[in-house]
């Protein structure tokens, strides 16, 4: 039962433009979001997150949409710069008394010069 | 500001022994998380720890348990070692429970079971 999938293994964009990376959920009790990004040999870094009362929060380059409706939200980053290549794992979880995050897959982001 | 820092970096066991990992969590956070990545998987929940106490606990067998310090510090222990315990063991912190606040993560312990 994976709640939270990223259905993109990978993608490919070029230095400059946007990367929008997607992450869909199925559980309706989930109230917090959170983005990270991860390279080779080191921890998952804390990129963005967003509230479920809000439907958008922007950090720099970095903004997160979140659809409840659909449950979806999506990371766009612009422009896209090289060292943006890495893993992203969207996450998500319910209530402050849980403690767990749900990670999806992860998706290989790969921003070419 | 140190993040979370893991030892050690990596650690080979033999199957039936014991592991023991550790975590320091950022300073000011109280809660204590732990993760399993295993090959070709995501991230698992394992264990959340809270001012001292176990607050979660992920679908892992009892052999994986833990304890938080004082100083909310972490060790988890992973008894009776089988080859499918190895895997990247991530720790995270954050504030206290009662807030919805971002885990950050440590960059792990890589365990190989022999």
Known sequence: DQQVKQNSPSLSVQEGRISILNCDYTNSMFDYFLWYKKYPAEGPTFLISISSIKDKNEDGRFTVFLNKSAKHLSLHIVPSQPGDSAVYFCAASKGTSYGKLTFGQGTILTVHP | ?114
């Open chain 2, 1 to 114: 500001e140190a993040g979370v820092t893991q030892s050690p970096t990596h650690l080979i066991k033999t199957r039936g022994q014991q592991a023991t990992l550790r975590c320091s969590p950022i300073s000011g956070h109280t809660s204590v998380y732990w993760y399993q990545q295993a090959l070709g998987l995501g991230l698992q929940f394992l264990l959340w720890y809270d001012e001292g106490e176990e607050r979660n606990r992920g679908n892992f067998p009892p052999r994986f348990s833990g304890r938080q310090f004082p100083n909310y510090s972490s060790e988890l222990n992973v008894n009776a070692l089988e080859l499918e315990d190895s895997a990247l063991y991530l720790c995270a912190s954050s504030l206290g429970q009662g807030s919805s606040q971002p885990q950050h993560f440590g960059d792990g312990t890589r365990l190989s079971i022999l």
